[in-house]
């Protein structure tokens, strides 16, 4: 379908791809270690079935647009707003449309297909991605396992009427994580004991990686907290608060400490500048290969609590 009204068309098409940039390269606030958009292989040892079909039409639950474009049926969701541009985003639900409110629905659909292509492949991505996280959606039972610090750590799950309260017991071999419960706990406490005990790690794991990396860069930081953010494995403010994601704990040594050195190299370079990366070299030479690791590691692949 040609473009209705080219010249508008050629004007969105612009503002689009700006948007579309900033969107998929600064979802937030610019800040440090962003998750990466896909998942790709992470479970070692275990060949990638193959993928599905994939699919001709995407909906989406609130969706009140439809477009039928050559190579796919998209039902989408279509927001009028106050912005100056068309902005796309993909969520785990489709594709969501935030056009102003003086942009025709005409030109909104030219503006879906000259970006089809992307639309089709982010639309793709996702579907995969979920559909990858419900095959290594956890079971919560004894013998699940999840990654500890790099490494396979088993669950052993005990109920017992002679039990009053949830007791932990790690032992690192084999590395087992033992779990007493009394008989009519439920899964949500069998979770969040989980939690807390890797959050426990993690903040011991991360107070000893600190006062190394710190010293060794010649900085001082003010406090280290655990985060949770969707978002980032790290972050940290000029005034010296680091901010460690607690999942970090599943990733291996090397990886914790990359994104520790990274952390309080910002102590020193609050940006990401060829200065900043030497900073982050001086004290972890193999940072790339840590960055490229890290990036394979998605959020997808960790178990849900
Ligand atoms: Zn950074």
């Not at 440090?32 to 079909?53: N, S, V």
């Not at 039902?75 to 449309?97: A, D, H, M, N, P």
Request: proline residues 6%.
């Amino acid at each position: 379908m040609k473009p209705r009204v080219p010249s508008i068309a050629k004007v969105l098409q612009r503002a689009l791809q700006l948007d579309f940039f900033s969107e998929l390269l600064f979802p937030e606030k610019s800040d440090t270690e962003l998750l990466p958009q896909t998942a790709p292989d992470f479970h070692q040892g275990t060949p990638l079935t193959a993928l599905p079909k994939l699919p001709t039409s995407f909906t989406h639950p609130n969706s009140n647009r439809k477009i039928q474009l050559p190579d796919a049926s998209l039902e989408y969701v279509l927001l009028r707003s106050k912005r100056r541009t068309i902005g796309f985003q993909i969520t785990e639900e489709g594709l969501r449309v935030t056009a102003p409110r003086w942009v025709t629905v005409a030109n909104i659909d030219d503006a879906i297909q000259e970006k089809q292509q992307w639309i089709i492949n982010n639309l793709n991505e996702r579907r995969k991605r979920t559909e990858r996280r419900l095959e290594t959606a956890m079971r919560w039972e004894d013998g699940a396992s999840f990654l500890f610090l790099g490494q396979i750590l088993n669950l052993r799950i005990q109920r017992s009427d002679s039990v009053t309260h949830i007791t932990t017991d790690y032992q690192e071999e084999p590395r087992e994580l033992s779990i007493q419960l009394p008989l009519d706990a439920s899964e949500q406490q069998l979770k969040d004991s989980v939690k807390t005990w890797l959050q426990k790690e993690a903040k011991n794991v991360f107070s000893k990686r600190l006062p190394v990396y710190a010293d060794m860069l010649g900085v001082s930081y003010k406090s280290m907290s655990l985060s949770n953010a969707a978002t980032r494995w790290g972050s940290c403010t000029s005034q010296g608060k680091i901010h460690l994601n607690w999942r970090l704990i599943h990733f291996a040594p090397e990886l914790i400490d990359y994104v520790i050195a990274h952390e309080l190299a910002h102590l020193l370079e609050m940006n990401h500048s060829p200065r900043f990366w030497a900073r982050v070299e001086s004290v972890f030479p193999d940072f790339k290969r840590a960055r490229q690791r890290l990036k394979r590691h998605a959020s997808a692949e960790l178990p849900v609590f």
